[in-house]
């Protein structure tokens, strides 16, 4: 089992910058495909970012540039660092992890199989 438990939410105004954090407990981080989704009201869930067990990254579209993930295999902990913050993203933002049987599954939510309980974020002036 994987428990995932997501910090750093908050609210900043339109231009700031973020970092959120998920702390991994029950396995390590390094073993485990990852993730961040985000969800805002009345949307659906959405991928932000993944990373691979080998540190390879990748951002959706519409965020790179801004959005940037990476991992610290030796603290268990995946972080999303999001600058230039607009109002659009705000969301619960989601830590997700797979074991994915040897294959990454990229920004495809519907194989990750433990997630967070999520944190807020919202931008707004």
């Known amino acids: 089992q994987v428990q995932l438990v997501e910090s750093g939410g908050d609210s900043v105004q339109p231009g700031g910058s973020l970092r959120l954090s998920c702390e991994v407990s029950?396995?390590?981080?390094?073993?485990?495909?990852m993730a961040w989704f985000r969800q805002a009201p009345g949307k659906e869930r959405e991928a932000v970012a993944t990373?691979?067990?080998?540190?390879?990254?990748d951002v959706a579209n519409s965020l790179k540039g801004r959005f940037t993930i990476s991992k610290d295999t030796a603290k268990n902990t995946l972080y999303l660092q999001m600058t230039s913050l607009k109002p659009e993203d705000t969301a619960i933002y989601y830590c997700?992890?797979?074991?994915?049987?040897?294959?990454?599954?990229?920004?495809?939510?519907?194989?990750?199989?433990?997630w967070g309980q999520g944190t807020q974020v919202t931008v707004s002036s």
């Open positions: 997700a992890a797979t074991s994915g049987g040897g294959f990454w599954p990229g920004l495809d939510r519907t194989k990750y199989n433990y």
């Open positions: 029950g396995n390590t981080a390094g073993s485990y495909y």
């Open positions: 990373i691979h067990v080998n540190g390879v990254a």
